[in-house]
Structures are given as structure tokens and as C-alpha cells.
């Protein structure tokens, strides 16, 4: 290990957001670190595609309240509640 070289943060290899990541970097050389591996042959598997909806601030702000008790990302308590009402009119 070259002493002129330090580690990644603990926690932001694996705990960043895409923006925390991007200001990261953006700030920061790969060249700084010594715990940054080469990769080869990444495979990504891009499930569905994602839609924009619109909804009422009203509602939006009962589904993050819900979703907070509840310990669930919004959109996740959005697709389970939409698909229950779905499945009770089809």
C-alpha cells in the first residue's frame, strides 16, 4: 500500500445516494485511493420502466406520513396501494 494514499470513507462505498456519489467524485480522483478496484464486465439488470405521476400535495403528504410509520419507501406503500385498488375494480 502506497503511503501517500489514504481509504475511501468508511460508509460511502455503500451508504451514498447518486448525488452524495457524483459531489464525491467530483471533488476527488480515483488516483487518491488505495482500496479502488478495476471492474470488468459489469452486467446491469434494469427492471420495468418508471413513471412520472402527478398527485395532490394533500395526498402526497398522507402517503409519506403512512410510509414513515410504516418503515416503507413511498413508493413502494404507492405501487402496493395502487395495485390493491387495481385488483378490487378489474
Do not use: C
Amino acid at each position: 500500500m502506497a503511503k501517500n494514499k489514504k481509504k475511501i470513507p468508511a460508509g460511502y462505498k455503500e451508504h451514498m445516494t447518486i448525488r452524495e456519489a457524483s459531489d464525491f467524485w467530483d471533488e476527488h480522483s480515483f488516483l487518491e485511493f488505495d482500496d479502488v478496484k478495476e471492474v470488468h464486465d459489469v452486467e446491469f439488470d434494469l427492471v420495468g420502466r418508471k413513471r412520472v405521476v402527478y398527485i395532490d400535495d394533500k395526498v402526497a403528504r398522507k402517503i409519506a406520513t403512512l410510509a414513515r410509520k410504516k418503515n416503507q419507501p413511498q413508493y413502494e406503500l404507492v405501487n402496493e396501494l395502487l395495485l390493491k385498488s387495481l385488483a378490487k375494480v378489474a
